[in-house]
């Protein structure tokens, strides 16, 4: 069901055993019982200071995960799959929207979306929540992956663990493989419609997404008709911010062309030591030999892969991705990794 690399064994070993259910239960001490582990988090930023909406759930003094959300823009909704096999498994976690997107404060001041600010955000999270390196994992998916590899180049000191889940080091390589693998598999009078919206700047036109959704999202993004996409992803697209996703992303998943277009960190995320997880999928957006190059480069990598995910592996591979992910978090807590 997986791949791994780095020495790592071909089967995962016996999980660690998860809390007592009592004890992962135990709210004794906590100050978001009240709110059913909701908590609004007051961030500094340049343009003052704004509230971030986090929420637990579980006990577990060991292994904390902290879920950063693609995009940028989007929500925390998506991940609520994780309630399936988090409590279960002991791991305790934290739902949480970036500033900007639905459950948080969203100031219009274009200047807040960039990379570092939204580094110096995670760390203040961090810090309000409580999470330290015996017991702080952090996993980002797409955008959040770009977001999670920044925030461990300058703070991988804070960290137990890394997962960086679908999202290439490098956008100039994610547009040349969309251009170059995935756009020729593509009905190529769609993709010239689409190419032409997007010159006219017309992405807003409600053909845009019916074209997008059956010839792309529906075979790269989550591999389920649209139709059938489960509640959390509805909720995630249908309460994303584009005044943050356009800017940063550009108006679709089909590459990108906003102001991340030009990040690359393919050399120096080899500096990053702490034990790292990277997740791709075979019909992933994100070029699947290349999230395997990036495990193999890591000091302490490991590589998941998803036989029959896409870029929402969780949802279209859920039984391989969970089922590596908790390997994952068992073993460095185990101080098997």
């Known amino acids: 069901m997986m791949a791994l690399v780095a020495g790592c064994a071909s089967k995962p070993p016996a999980a660690s055993p998860a809390p007592a ?3 992962y239960f135990d709210n004794r001490g906590r100050d978001d019982v009240l709110s059913g582990g909701v908590k609004m988090i007051t961030v500094s930023t340049p343009k003052g200071q704004f509230k971030v909406w986090t929420r637990r759930v579980g006990n577990n003094p060991r292994i904390k995960v902290l879920l950063l959300h693609g995009g940028p823009g989007m929500t925390h909704e998506y991940f609520e799959m994780f309630d399936s096999f988090f409590p279960g498994a002991g791991v305790e976690y934290y739902f949480y929207d970036q500033l900007g997107s639905y459950y948080s404060d969203q100031p219009d001041h274009p200047e807040l979306w960039v990379v570092p600010r939204f580094v110096e955000e995670v760390e203040q999270v961090r810090v309000a929540l409580g999470l330290d390196k015996g017991n702080f994992y952090l996993l980002g998916h797409s955008w959040g992956g770009i977001l999670a590899v920044e925030y461990a180049l300058k703070y991988q000191h804070n960290l137990k663990g890394l997962i960086i889940s679908n999202m290439m080091m490098s956008i ?7 251009e170059k693998v995935i756009m020729p598999t593509m009905d190529q009078a769609v993709l010239a419609e689409i190419k032409k919206i997007e010159a006219e700047g017309k992405t807003a036109d409600p053909r845009y997404l019916e074209l997008l ?4 999202y529906e075979k790269h993004l989550l591999r389920l008709p649209a139709a059938q996409w489960p509640d959390p992803v509805n909720r995630t697209f249908k309460h994303v911010n584009n005044k943050i996703y356009v800017p940063m992303q550009g108006p ?3 590459g990108a062309s906003g102001t991340l277009v030009k990040w690359d960190r393919t050399a120096e995320v080899k500096t990053i030591d702490v034990p790292t997880l990277v997740i791709g999928a075979q019909h992933d957006t994100m070029d699947p030999a290349h999230m395997r190059r990036l495990a193999e480069s890591l000091p302490r990598g490991r590589y998941l892969h998803c036989p029959a995910g896409s870029h929402m592996a969780m949802y279209d591979d859920q039984a391989t991705y969970v089922a590596g992910l908790l390997a994952f978090l068992n073993d460095v807590d185990a101080g098997r990794f």
């Open 213 to 216: 959704t059956p010839h792309h």
């Open 172 to 178: 100039p390589a994610y547009n040349e493989y969309a």
């Open 21 to 23: 259910a009592s004890a």
């Open 252 to 254: 679709s998943e089909l």
